[in-house]
């Protein structure tokens, strides 16, 4: 009995504060890339950071961030949960070793965004592909709503100069 006592206690300490971790290690990334993300339903991004901020027919968008003042002055003051992301950010333009990207889809409201991949697609570019998770098939609707997805991305390689998002059949580009 003590010795279960023992082993539960020695994971629940090793693995305390993993939680958010679970769908970074089960996405595929190469191993020289530590990658942590964050599910937001709705538009944390203040306007001409945010999806909105582009024309009707765009559905995907992409924003990156290199300083915690950039990314804080993009954020609504309204998003604790989005401030919190950033602000455990170690940016590289800060001495930190780690940029922040957010990507955004214009969809249907029971639609959430998950990570699935992260590539090389050169010696300084990354592709980034977000699945969506909640429904099946095709999907499509007349009042579409922001779903964001955050991902604090650290490259032992160096930072990228080019990332591409894509979800679904859309891609986004963002320079780093």
């Known amino acids: 009995m003590k010795r279960r006592a023992v082993v539960a206690g020695l994971v629940a300490v090793a693995s305390a504060g993993c939680t958010d971790r679970l769908h970074d290690l089960a996405a595929s990334t190469p191993r020289d890339i530590a990658v942590r993300s964050r599910y937001v339903d709705g538009n944390p991004l203040v306007e001409g950071q945010s999806v909105r901020s582009l024309p009707e027919e765009l559905l995907t968008h992409a924003a990156s961030f290199r300083s915690k003042s950039a990314a804080k002055a993009a ?93 679904e059949s859309d891609r986004a580009g963002v320079t780093i």
């Open 75 to 167: 954020v609504l003051p309204d998003q604790p949960e989005t401030l919190a992301f950033v602000e455990t950010t170690s940016f590289i333009d800060d001495g930190g070793e780690s940029i922040l990207v957010a990507a955004q889809r214009l969809t249907a409201p029971e639609v959430e965004l998950r990570l699935g991949s992260i590539s090389r697609t050169g010696e300084q570019s990354l592709r980034i592909a977000v699945d969506i998770a909640g429904v099946r098939g095709e999907v499509e609707t007349d009042d579409p709503v922001v779903k964001t997805l955050l991902l604090r991305l650290t490259d032992e390689q160096g930072m990228p100069e080019r990332v591409v998002v894509s979800i």
